[in-house]
């Protein structure tokens, strides 16, 4: 495979990494922020419903961008809802956040294996890997948990947003 291909196996390794720590640990940061269980318990509800809502538009923007450009823009707006719990603090800090992870991840999902695909010969290869890194992103992302929730967020939207950035180099 070539260094291009890499690089989505890499990015998509950083998509597990990113994703895993909002997913898992939202409600543990919401009930952290808002003791009262009425309104911290809307944080998954408000996830699901931007997860099936984002499945809905996706074919839609597929139709305007390329499968790059909405891995990126996932990527992008994955990354501000990983940190927005820091700045916006609060039950609509800990919403937004699950409306904008909640509403990235399958679209990520659906653009990644598509950009994948167009490896031709190699697209089987390309995505088990992507899969594996994945997998291997969800591994590592709870262990910086340990470190506390505000550097593993910063972390995570960091290594999203770098991500995006590769995603915008050009493979062969």
Not at 41 to 66: D, E, K, N
Request: glycine content about 12%; some cysteine; overall charge positive.
């Amino acid at each position: 495979m070539s260094a291009g291909y890499w690089r989505l196996v890499l990015c998509y390794g950083a998509f597990g990494f990113g994703y895993i720590i909002p997913a898992t640990f939202l409600p543990a940061m919401a009930k952290d922020i808002v003791p009262d269980p009425r309104l911290f318990g809307w944080a998954w509800p408000a996830f699901g419903a931007a997860a099936v809502v984002s499945t809905i538009y996706a074919a839609r923007l597929g139709r305007l961008f390329s499968n790059r450009a909405i891995w990126i823009g996932g990527h992008l707006a994955m990354a501000l809802g990983v940190v927005v719990p820091l700045v916006a603090p609060g039950l609509p800090g800990i919403l937004l956040a699950a409306l904008l992870v909640g509403g990235t991840f399958m679209v990520i999902t659906m653009a990644g294996m598509q950009e994948a695909r167009r490896a031709g010969p190699h697209a089987r290869a390309v995505m088990a890997a992507m899969t594996s890194a994945f997998a291997l992103g969800q591994i590592l992302g709870p262990m910086v948990v340990r470190l506390g929730f505000r550097p593993a967020l910063i972390l995570a939207a960091s290594v999203l947003a770098l991500s995006a950035f590769l995603l915008e180099i050009k493979h062969e």
